[in-house]
């Protein structure tokens, strides 16, 4: 018996090695895989290139050159990927200068999403937004809430059954019917699949494969090349 103790702790060894090394390399990878979702994607020398880190519309929004250039970020209450990106966006939009204008486009893939989408459209007109945005992304996200209905939203972004009722008229408005139908159409158009997707200037949308952070960066190239384009130097 004596004898047999030494392999057994060579085993035992050669296991914790095993098991150690495996953890270091899944370690490794995940740490690649956020680096690539958050950071990854800038070229040395600054420049974007098309069909790598943006893609030209095929049937862009309209715009005049003396209007502001529009960042549009289709984003749902249901994606959590967008609710990861929510804190950079919010630091980066208050870095815009005066001739450019941020707005949110809520996407609607589903009737579910399309129903959050009027959600928010329903916060902005009772002036409940700031309040409420970042409570839906974590009441979905990090406490499993699902809504189910209109009823079940207002319960959950009002305090009272009055609030809930207004909630639900205005929820159920041909204005906000229609500033959903319209970011629906917008998103079709400008081949919006996925989010979240920034779009500047109803031309230009970021490809989502390049990082996170570094989307803000391609925005910011892409809000110069429309810049530039407008006063007619060169981009």
């Known amino acids: 018996m004596a004898k047999g103790a030494p392999k057994s702790d060579k085993a035992t060894r050669a296991r914790n090695?095993?098991?150690g090394f495996t953890?270091?390399?899944?370690?490794a990878i995940l740490g690649y895989g956020l680096y690539t979702v958050y950071f990854a994607g800038a070229p040395a020398d600054g420049e974007f290139v098309e069909g790598t880190h943006f893609d030209v519309i095929e049937n862009p929004l309209p715009r005049r050159p003396t209007e502001p250039i529009s960042v549009y970020e289709f984003f749902s209450y249901g994606c959590v990927h967008c609710k990861n990106f929510d804190p950079l966006i919010d630091?980066?939009?208050e870095t815009l200068a005066d001739d450019v204008v941020f707005e949110r486009k809520p996407a609607s893939f589903n009737p579910i999403w399309e129903m959050l989408g009027r959600t928010y459209y329903t916060l902005i007109e009772l002036d409940t937004l700031e309040r409420n945005h970042q409570r839906l992304f974590r009441a979905i996200h990090d406490n499993g809430r699902q809504f189910l209905s209109a009823q079940m939203l207002a319960d959950f972004c009002t305090d009272s059954e009055a609030d809930s009722a207004r909630f639900l008229e205005i929820f159920n408005?041909?204005?906000?019917?229609?500033?959903?139908?319209t970011a629906t159409q917008q998103m079709r158009q400008m081949g919006v699949n996925a989010v979240p997707t920034l779009v500047v200037a109803g031309k230009y949308a970021v490809r989502r494969e390049v990082g996170r952070a570094q989307s803000l960066d391609v925005a910011n190239y892409l809000i110069e090349r429309e810049r530039a384009g407008s006063s007619g130097e060169t981009p």
């Not at 953890?23 to 370690?27: D, E, R």
């Open 23 to 27: 953890s270091l390399l899944i370690a």
């Open 91 to 93: 630091a980066w939009k």
């Open 17 to 19: 090695l095993i098991l």
């Open 173 to 181: 408005s041909a204005g906000v019917r229609r500033q959903m139908t």
